[in-house]
């Protein structure tokens, strides 16, 4: 055996290794690109659920578990394999086009360090607690691995240090200020935009009571990991909402221990444990 695959082995010519590894390098780029587009995404929790299938699928056949009903459904379901994977992730191939239009890459910007500094922290905080104090309602989402490139097109480029005088004056409801109907977003420790638009969540079973902003921040803890802070401009009452659950209600020492724990504490025990980017995408998972 080991003469027989020498042999093939003869056959190749110095060209044929290398087309070999740039055929390698073009797939593991593309599926590297694809992981980076919908990491962090409701997206990549369907991706997990469709190679579950396709596993399923090889071990229902005849060489191995023979489960003829089985494999001949999930047959069925792989042939319209590219059908179902366009329907299920079409948002997300319109972005990484777009996106492979402007740059020559699928995937959007992503954060160099999504962790905020206890000082960020606290800035968001006391914002937060002076605009529920004087009820000016606001929305802060802070990105997280998923990129929210596709909410700040129609914002408000700020690119400024995240400060608590900063974050209320963007807030303060007066027809002459653009941002204050819109979401700040944090990104890398700063406020990268204002005035964005962020999707409705369609989920029937919300508190009817819940108003716009809180519709929009669970919409968007829906499709991405991003934790977003609101303030009710009807109670003044502070909220979270992060992997689709609504933390309502929230004191001001409540909202500084749970950003200290998302951002700080999390972040710290998974560089303790090494390859912190994966602990805490398997912790996030596990939280889904």
């Not at 402007?102 to 905080?125: F, H, P, Q, Y």
């Not at 989402?141 to 929210?148: F, Q, R």
């Not at 710290?268 to 889904?288: I, Q």
């Amino acid at each position: 055996m080991l003469d027989q695959i020498l042999l093939n082995f003869q056959g190749f010519t110095v060209g044929n290794v290398l087309l070999a590894l740039l055929d390698i390098v073009i797939v593991w780029y593309l599926f590297y690109q694809i992981l980076m587009l919908i990491r962090g995404t409701k997206a990549m929790q369907i991706l997990f659920g469709l190679l579950i299938f396709v596993a399923l699928y090889m071990l229902s056949k005849p060489e191995l578990l023979d489960l003829g009903t089985v494999n001949w459904v999930l047959e069925k379901f792989i042939g319209s394999f590219i059908i179902i994977i366009v329907i299920i992730f079409q948002e997300d191939i319109r972005r990484g086009l777009s996106e492979f239009g402007k740059t020559g890459s699928l995937s959007t910007s992503t954060n160099d360090d999504d962790r905020l500094a206890t000082s960020t922290i606290e800035e968001i905080v006391k914002a937060a607690s002076l605009l529920s104090e004087r009820r000016i309602g606001a929305l802060i989402a802070i990105e997280m691995d998923a990129a929210l490139d596709q909410y700040m097109v129609e914002g408000i480029r700020i690119d400024a240090t995240i400060t608590k005088e900063l974050l209320v004056s963007l807030f303060i409801p007066y027809k002459a200020n653009p941002t204050h109907d819109g979401a700040v977003i944090i990104r890398n420790q700063r406020i990268h935009s204002a005035g964005c638009f962020l999707p409705l969540s369609s989920n029937d079973k919300i508190d009817k009571a819940l108003g716009t902003r809180h519709r929009a921040a669970i919409g968007l803890s829906e499709s991405t990991d991003a934790v977003i802070v609101v303030v009710s401009e009807e109670t003044g009452a502070i909220s979270v909402a992060h992997c689709e659950t609504l933390n309502r209600r929230l004191t001001t020492e409540a909202l500084r221990d749970y950003l200290h724990k998302m951002f700080v504490q999390t972040r710290a025990k998974d560089d303790d444990a090494g390859g912190s980017a994966l602990m805490r995408k398997y912790r996030l998972w596990k939280k889904r």
